[in-house]
């Protein structure tokens, strides 16, 4: 049987409510097809439109086998390409951020202009139609201060989610901040690993001290709404809405996104020891109040995010191998806020980066053990784990559609 048909067969036939079989968390075919099926087709979360401040600024990004690049034009529109040469195809773009006039290769200096048209190749023969050699454009939209690419020839209808983010987002003006620091780090595990222990806190209470000083471990904070919503939340969202901020959960058709605004523990009002503000200035300068809750959104396959009153944090998942993630985490202030005055780093990054590091820990063991011949699927907590029964669900969707497999019915959690 080829890897895709057994991936399929395994996917239309898999215990529902338990872990996937090993081969999805180790296996090099399987990888190849989570990138075919999902990443070279779906939106995938580049970075934010405040960190290409102004015309020649640029970022960087590796999908998979795909480098990319995003940069903002000298009419102020961000495009993004594909970062490889139009001569013989060497990298233009090696760092991850930075500002040029034009796009020159370090190569043969193929020069090209912002928005990709070839401008200078020297010394090509009379004739060469530089017109023809123009940068590949890959999709790119911007949503809510957040930027997306996507390498597909068609992509994916971006507008469900774009209204659905400029709605809950809009209030928090993320194009109008900057980001005062910015961690990657490299976990040795399946990139679904990694999401999958970000959709649950059964483990926070045993993994993340610092960050249970102000987040909850409720589980209902796991589920994607329905039945098991707190009175106590419903309230919150009834006042957070009166003051203009759309809290409510609200979860795409597929499964691929879902935004909702939650609350902290009581008195507590962003992810400090102190669980006070960490940025004197708030975010952004339509909102007022600390006590904002915090708004989560993630959209799979690359992004999950907290919108706090006073900063902001993205994290940023790509896959580097079967058994190799990248995750980089960026904290967002107003774009005002001055290091040592308004805030101070240390006290800013503290809780998520320790964090992030006992995650790292974590989803590492959680590879070593799915990697062992006598792993097999453990049933999850129906209490707790919901919200993976939500990702499987998504993540067999987006596969068997990628793959063109049989359709199956998609079960909404809400
Ligand atoms: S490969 Fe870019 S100029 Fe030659
Ligand atoms: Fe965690």
């Given amino acids: 049987m080829t890897a895709r048909a057994d991936m399929l067969g395994q996917l239309a036939n898999r215990r529902i409510g338990h872990a996937l079989p090993r081969a999805f968390y180790t296996d090099p075919a399987y990888y190849q097809l989570d990138l075919e099926s999902i990443w070279y087709k779906d939106w995938v979360f580049a970075g934010h439109d405040c960190e290409l401040p102004a015309p020649g600024a640029f970022l960087t990004l590796q999908l998979g086998d795909y480098p990319i690049l995003l940069v903002r034009g000298r009419d102020g529109d961000i495009r993004a390409f594909h970062n490889a040469c139009r001569h013989r195809g060497s990298r233009i773009c090696s760092t991850g951020h930075g500002s040029v006039a034009r796009l020159k290769c370090p190569y043969h200096q193929w020069t090209y202009e912002l928005d990709g048209r070839l401008h200078y190749a020297r010394d090509m023969a009379d004739g060469f139609d530089k017109s023809a050699y123009g940068l590949k454009p890959v999709h790119c939209q911007s949503a809510g201060g957040y930027l997306f690419v996507c390498v597909a020839q068609d992509a994916p209808d971006f507008a469900p989610y774009r209204a659905v983010a400029e709605t809950y987002l809009g209030p928090h003006r993320l194009a109008e901040t900057k980001v005062a620091f910015e961690s990657t780090i490299i976990e040795q595990a399946n990139w679904k690993l990694v999401w999958e222990n970000n959709r649950e806190c059964y483990h926070c209470s045993g993994s993340h001290p610092e960050l249970c000083v102000t987040f909850p471990e409720r589980p209902t904070l796991a589920v994607t709404g329905g039945d098991m919503v707190d009175p106590d939340d419903m309230a919150a969202w009834a006042r957070w ?35 006070q503000p960490a940025v004197r200035r708030p975010l952004s300068d339509s909102v007022t109040g600390a006590d904002i809750g915090a708004l989560l959104m993630f959209h799979f396959p690359t992004t999950w995010n907290h919108v706090l009153g006073d900063h902001a944090l993205s994290f940023r998942v790509l896959p580097l191998g079967p058994t190799q993630t990248q995750v980089t985490t960026k904290w967002l202030v107003h774009k005002d806020a001055v290091e040592g005055v308004d805030y101070d780093l240390a006290n800013l990054t503290h809780v998520w980066l320790q964090t992030n590091e006992q995650d790292r820990r974590i989803v590492q063991e959680n590879q070593i053990g799915v990697s062992s011949p006598a792993y097999e699927p453990g049933p999850y907590s129906a209490l707790h784990e919901s919200a993976l029964v939500q990702f499987q669900e998504w993540y067999a969707g987006a596969v068997q559609r990628g793959l063109g497999g049989p359709a199956r019915a998609l079960s909404r959690v809400a």
């Fill in 241 to 275: 809405e009166a003051q203009g901020l759309p809290s409510r959960y609200c979860i795409a058709e597929d499964g691929n996104f879902r935004l909702v605004r939650l609350r902290l523990l009581e008195g507590m009002v962003s992810y400090t020891m102190s669980g």
